[in-house]
Structures are given as C-alpha cells and as structure tokens.
C-alpha cells in the first residue's frame, strides 16, 4: 500500500512540472521568442561596403604642356625626357623642361668653341662672354631644380628670369660688337625655354 502511493506521488509531480513547463512557454512574451528564435548575423555582414576608390586619371605631357606659353615645343622638347620619369605630373614635366633646357645650353657652349675658330678678334670675346653667361645659365638651373624639389614656384621664376636675362646680356654683347649673333637660334629656343619653365611653375599645386 505504501509502495502505491509512493508510485502515486511521482506520478503527480512528473505532471505538475510538465504542466508548469507549458504554461511558463505559453505566458512567454512574443517578442522575447522570436529574439530568442532569430539567427546572429555576424557584425562584418552589417557594416556597408565601402566604395572603389576611382583612379587618378594619367595625364600625358602634351596635355600638361598646353597649358604653356610654347605647347609645341614644350611637348618636343619635355617629351624627349619623359622616359626617365615614373609619372607624369606638372613637376615632373617641369624637371624634364629643366633638363631639356640644360641640354640644350650644353650644345649652345659647344656651338661657342666651333664659332670661335673662325671668329674675328671682337666677335671672339662675344662668344666668350656668352660661353660664361650660358655658365650662369647652368647654375640658375641647377637652382630651380632644388626649387621643385620644394615646391617652390617663386625661386622656380626667379632662376628662369635670371637665365633670360643671361641670354639677353649674350645677344648684347654681340650688338655692342657690331656683329652678328651666331648663336641666335640657340639664344631664342632657351628663351622660349625659360618661359614654359615659368608657365609650368604657375600650375603648381602646394599640398
């Protein structure tokens, strides 16, 4: 009889705690049970997507060069150095007129030692005269070159005023010896130089 009611018991509270169970679930709030039911979706998949950057269009040396005062001749002439540099900006395209315009400098002295030969004694010390102020020439450049590494579009004009001043002085010198100027052609183009050196220079851009 004992053992009976033993059974009996267990058996009720066996129902009592499945019963229990329901009603907890069924008094459950329905919101809590759909938060409970929705799957984690992980934090990398909630943050958007940040866009491509688009590229930096790649200008070429003619475009930058039109905006000169020679665009012809300084795409003639910065285009013969553009293989030595990477990009193609208005500083590089600047440097390369430097360098194009050392070059030519260098051909103008060397013209000076062919002319000299058959000179007369006056247009001799011309030529001379305009050898040291192609010197000078060299040397304002080597300036303007340290002026782009800086930025520095104020000494970049002022070095190129003082080469066309240098080139004036040479076409003087051969006035004031009555004769004519063998390196013209030469003293014209580095002029011409100068002057996209100094159009270039008004495009920088200071960060």
Same mark, same amino acid.
Request: charge should be neutral; proline fraction near 5%; charged fraction near 25%.
């Given at each position: 009889?004992?053992?009976?009611?033993?059974?009996?018991?267990?058996?009720?509270?066996?129902?009592?705690?499945?019963?229990?169970? !329901?009603?907890?679930?069924?008094?459950?709030?329905?919101? *809590?049970? *759909? =938060? =409970?039911? $929705?799957?984690?979706?992980?934090?990398?998949? +909630?943050?958007?997507?940040?866009?491509?950057?688009?590229?930096?269009?790649?200008?070429?040396?003619?475009?930058? /060069?039109?905006?000169?005062? %020679?665009?012809?001749? #300084?795409?003639?002439?910065?285009?013969?150095?553009?293989?030595?540099?990477?990009?193609?900006?208005? !500083?590089?395209?600047?440097? $390369?007129?430097?360098?194009?315009?050392? =070059?030519?400098?260098?051909?103008? &002295? @060397? &013209?000076?030692?062919? =002319? @000299?030969?058959?000179?007369?004694?006056?247009?001799?010390?011309? !030529?001379?005269? #305009?050898?040291?102020?192609?010197?000078?020439?060299?040397?304002? !450049?080597? @300036? /303007?070159? &340290?002026?782009?590494?800086?930025?520095?579009?104020?000494?970049?004009?002022?070095?190129?005023? +003082?080469?066309? *001043?240098?080139? *004036? %002085? /040479?076409?003087?010198? %051969?006035?004031?010896?009555?004769?004519?100027?063998?390196?013209?052609? %030469?003293?014209?183009?580095?002029?011409?130089?100068?002057?996209? #050196? &100094?159009?270039?220079?008004? +495009?920088?851009?200071?960060?």
């Amino acid at each position: 009889m004992a053992g009976r009611r033993h059974h009996a018991l267990l058996v009720l509270a066996a129902v009592m705690a499945t019963s229990c169970s !329901l009603v907890a679930a069924h008094l459950m709030p329905r919101g *809590q049970e *759909q =938060e =409970e039911e $929705m799957p984690v979706i992980p934090d990398m998949m +909630m943050r958007p997507k940040s866009l491509p950057v688009p590229p930096v269009p790649t200008r070429t040396v003619a475009e930058i /060069c039109r905006g000169t005062s %020679f665009p012809e001749l #300084c795409t003639a002439t910065a285009g013969k150095q553009a293989a030595r540099y990477g990009t193609v900006d208005v !500083l590089t395209v600047l440097q $390369m007129e430097v360098d194009a315009l050392g =070059e030519r400098t260098k051909a103008a &002295r @060397a &013209r000076v030692d062919r =002319e @000299a030969a058959a000179a007369t004694p006056a247009g001799r010390k011309a !030529l001379h005269q #305009c050898n040291s102020f192609y010197g000078d020439v060299m040397d304002n !450049l080597d @300036a /303007c070159r &340290r002026a782009i590494g800086h930025k520095d579009a104020v000494t970049i004009r002022s070095t190129m005023s +003082m080469v066309a *001043q240098d080139l *004036q %002085f /040479c076409d003087e010198e %051969f006035r004031k010896a009555g004769e004519k100027n063998p390196l013209q052609q %030469f003293d014209q183009s580095l002029g011409n130089m100068s002057e996209i #050196c &100094r159009s270039l220079s008004n +495009m920088i851009v200071v960060d």
